[in-house]
């Protein structure tokens, strides 16, 4: 039930700091350490390469976890969207494990991916939010996201809570492998849970930051570099499904190869800058764009802020940034489709599982 809330979006992002609370305790053994599955570690630990396949905001996951993955536990891993990968698969390594990341655990082309690797022999991992879903019970294993019935078809506790569960994994994973860790996991959520928090009680920023941006435009372009790359192409999802805004998301160096010719004066430009080794870069494409006539919005996070900016996200460890950069995203596009009129929870076109290849 949405009880007092006016959508279940808005519901869902607020119920992201406790997701992600309990997702924690759901992972911690008695002694408050991180854990999975030994059957899961040990299969995973035995692949020489991962394969992680999803579709839409769970494919965003993918490209943040796998970076989680390669970072901490130091294992190959390629991400791919399923539909394409369906027909078009790659060769595979002599000893590859395939991720599939899904919400609903129902997604078809997903599992049509799964079908294939299944025939081959290969093994496979499901993290989904739904336990007993076919993507969950046709693989040999399942992580589950422990985040509650998500219920608007634009997905964002999910996505944040399938962060959480592959950091965990790239976190139990390296030590498995005997790498160390140079830092808490549990503690480094728990501060990602309470910079959500403080994210949750700044709508009436994230509205006009909404309207001063987006009340008007007609297109949106998102952009960033490494984690915040992938972050952007979230927020570009999320904008243009409930809002209707044509949006995009870019690698910054890639603006200069062919999007900058459609920045006009005016165009909204939201750039995403939390990780420090590309700040400088990010903050140089949006000097480039401004040049341009582009109308610019910086969201950095604290440490790397600067006078220019228009939002600021608490100081968290760089690599679960993107858990709490997507929130003023998730925000932006709700209040941009608010203001537009548009049917938030259902919008036009799409459903919540897509069940059809
Ligand atoms: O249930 P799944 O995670 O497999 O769904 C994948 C996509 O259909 C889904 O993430 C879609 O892109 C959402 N509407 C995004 O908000």
Redesign the pocket.
Known sequence: EKGTYPHYMLKEIDEQPLVIRKLIQKYQNENGELVIDEDIINAVKQADRLYIV???????AGLVGAQMIEKLAKVPVEVHV?SEFNYNMPILSEKPLFIF???????AD?RAVLVQVKELGHPALTV??VQGST?SREADYTLLLHAGPEIA????K??TA?LGVLSILAAVLAEAKGHTLEFDLVQDLGIVANAMEVLCNAKEELEDIARKFLSTTRNCFFIGRTMDYYVGLEGA??LK?ISYIQAEGFAGGELKHGTIALIEDGTPVIAISTQEQVDLSIRGNVKEVVARGANPCIISMKGLETEEDSFVVPTVNELLSPLVSVIPLQLISYYAALHRDCDVDKPRN?A???TVE
């Open positions: 999803a579709a839409g905001t769970s494919y965003h399923a990341i899904s919400q609903s655990g129902e997604t997903s989904t939010n993507l078809v634009a997905s964002t999910a996505y399938q999802l999320k499904e799409l919540k599982s897509v």
